[in-house]
């Protein structure tokens, strides 16, 4: 995996976002499958329980050093295999996040999307998002995700997060 930061700045209806784009040579439905079922979750990041049907979840880290505590996630929107948006509040802040997959010649194309809702954080979340999704790139290509050290992305992808927080700050 390549510790070389990906997110990038974007102004969406919704408002700024730090986006994270990753390409899979699997079908969108696998893909799909990867970022939503429970069993398939946990090979990288967590897992959830409840009813989706209910509108809401209950999602479990299982990839962080500290255990988290598990937090109830909104499902806003699910567009299978396309989209999903989803909402949460925890101690650490809210999180409006959206998935985006689509297809093209056996090559699926996911834009994972983060609304900022404290400009403050990005400079932790976004080197997050990297190590996460270098763990479902990992899972999904056979390789081992628990190989993924986090210690690789921060404080290495610190400095391009802060430049991200500048723009959406209007600070220099």
Sequence with gaps: MSTTPTGRHERRDTGDVVAFTRTFRAPI????????????LARWIGTWTGNPADGFVTFEMNAEEEPMPPARYDVRECVPPHRLVVYSVDDFGSWLLTVDLSETDGVTT??????????????????GWEYYLDRLVAAETGADPDAIDFDDYYPAQREHYLAITRAVTGTS
Excluded: C, F, K, Y
């Design 110 to 127: 996911l834009v994972l999307g983060q609304v900022i809702d404290d400009p403050a954080m990005i400079e932790n979340t976004g080197p």
């Design 29 to 40: 439905d696998d893909v799909w499958a990867a970022v939503t079922e429970s069993d398939r």
